[in-house]
Structure formats: C-alpha cells, structure tokens
Antibody, heavy 122, light 113 residues
Framework: QVPLVESGGGVVQPGRSLRLSCAAS????????LHWVRQAPGKGLEWVAV????????YYADSVKGRFTISRDNSKDTLFLEMNSLRIADTAVYYC???????????????WGQGTRVTVSS | DIVMTQSPDSLAVSLGERATINCKSS????????????LTWYQQKPGQPPKLLIY???VRDSGVPERFSGSGSGTDFTLTISNLQAEDVAVYYC?????????FGQGTKVEIK
C-alpha cells in the first residue's frame, strides 16, 4: 500500500488554476503536518508549502505566496494544493510529503508520493 | 528563510573511491536544547522521489549502507560516500528542518569517473 498518492496534474495555460490532491493511507493522517515539494524539469527540489496536522496553520514559499493554497480534509485523509494564477515557472512535478517523525532517540522515515506533473504552457 | 548552499554542483569519482559533498546553511540549524542538528541528506535517482539517507546530520536511516556518513554541526555539514558504487550515481540534496519553511540545497550530482 502506497502511503501517499498524488493526482490532479496536467497541462494548463498561464493564468489558469489547478487543484492537486494527495490521498493518504497507512498512517494516522490527523497526527501529521504535510508538505508540498516541487521539482521543475532538470532542476532541484523546492519546498512549496506546509499545513499543520489540524489545518490551523499554513506556510508558503515566497514564490507561491498569495497564489497557492494548501488545505486538508481530515475526514477523507486527503491533502490539497489549490494553484491559481499559474505561471510557466510553476511547471514541475509536485510531491506530497509526510515529514520525518522523530522521537527523542530516532526518527521514522518520511513518506514521499510519486509526484504529479504540472505543465503550464500556452 | 534559511538558505542552503551545496558544493560542488557536481563531481566525478572513480569506483571504490570517496565522494564528499558539502552543505552550508545561512544560519545555525543546531537545536541546542536537544543538541541535535536539524539537517537531512537525500538521494534522488532519475524518475524517482528523493530517498532519505541521513537525519540529525549524522544518523543513517534504516537500511542505508554504512558507506554513507554525515558529519558537521551548526552551519557546516558534509555527506561522505566511501567506496563509491555504481548504484550511488544520483543527485544528493541537503535539507534543513530547523524551521517550518523547509529549504533544500541546490543539489550535487555524483557521477562515475
């Protein structure tokens, strides 16, 4: 069972909107904050946004602030990324990530989805 | 935001030799109350999501070969791959999780010479 499965990617024109989803399984969804991380073609990893376990706190990279909204539905174990006013520079694979889970002496591995590809092109 | 800078951007190492990657943070990622550096190292191969190698700057994740080691504290960190194997060809990233706004280094590509 794959813990995180992203969907919703596709080809979209500049200025338009897209909503990504990430379905979670195999862990207690409501216990963890979750992130979106993206990777433009041939480029490095860029952290995009994070949401707290209960959805009360959200933080964004400057590059997406005001255009992207991260949210979650804890009743459906699903994470979302609403992307508005899309730019060509937003073209990337978008990964859903459950962070390291650390105790006092060790951490459990993070979970990364396989990613969903977003292409912004006219 | 904490800026993470890796060096070099790429390196070519002979099989069986050592590869050394450096990562510098713009501010300390040492959580002094627990004496842990909130610095991780990832390995990414083409077409795959990143895989965690090291957390707390020096602790290998479960199943990671002993030839991978991490060191450093505060703002300066190193990932060392001893006895480089063909399967280690990949891009390596450092990431800080000291702040909520996680940031990555730009990546270092490791190839076989």
């Amino acid at each position: 069972q794959v813990p995180l499965v992203e969907s919703g990617g596709g080809v979209v024109q500049p200025g338009r909107s897209l909503r990504l989803s990430c379905a979670a399984s195999g862990f207690i969804f409501t216990n963890y904050g979750l992130h979106w991380v993206r990777q433009a073609p041939g480029k490095g990893l860029e952290w995009v946004a994070v949401i707290s376990h209960d959805g009360s706190r959200t933080y964004y990279a400057d590059s997406v602030k005001g255009r992207f909204t991260i949210s979650r539905d804890n009743s459906k174990d699903t994470l979302f990324l609403e992307m508005n006013s899309l730019r060509i520079a937003d073209t990337a694979v978008y990964y859903c990530v459950k962070d390291l889970d650390c105790g006092s002496t060790s951490c459990n591995s993070p979970y990364w989805g396989q990613g969903t590809r977003v292409t912004v092109s006219s | 935001d904490i800026v993470m800078t890796q060096s070099p951007d790429s390196l070519a190492v002979s099989l069986g030799e050592r590869a050394t990657i450096n990562c510098k943070s713009s501010q300390s990622v040492l959580y002094s109350s627990v004496n842990k550096n909130y610095l991780t190292w990832y390995q990414q191969k083409p077409g795959q999501p990143p895989k965690l190698l090291i957390y707390w700057a020096s602790v290998r994740d479960s199943g990671v070969p002993e030839r991978f080691s991490g060191s450093g504290s505060g703002t300066d960190f190193t990932l060392t791959i001893s006895n480089l194997q063909a399967e280690d060809v990949a891009v390596y990233y450092c990431q800080q999780h000291f702040t909520t706004l996680r940031t990555f280094g730009q990546g270092t590509k490791v190839e076989i010479k």
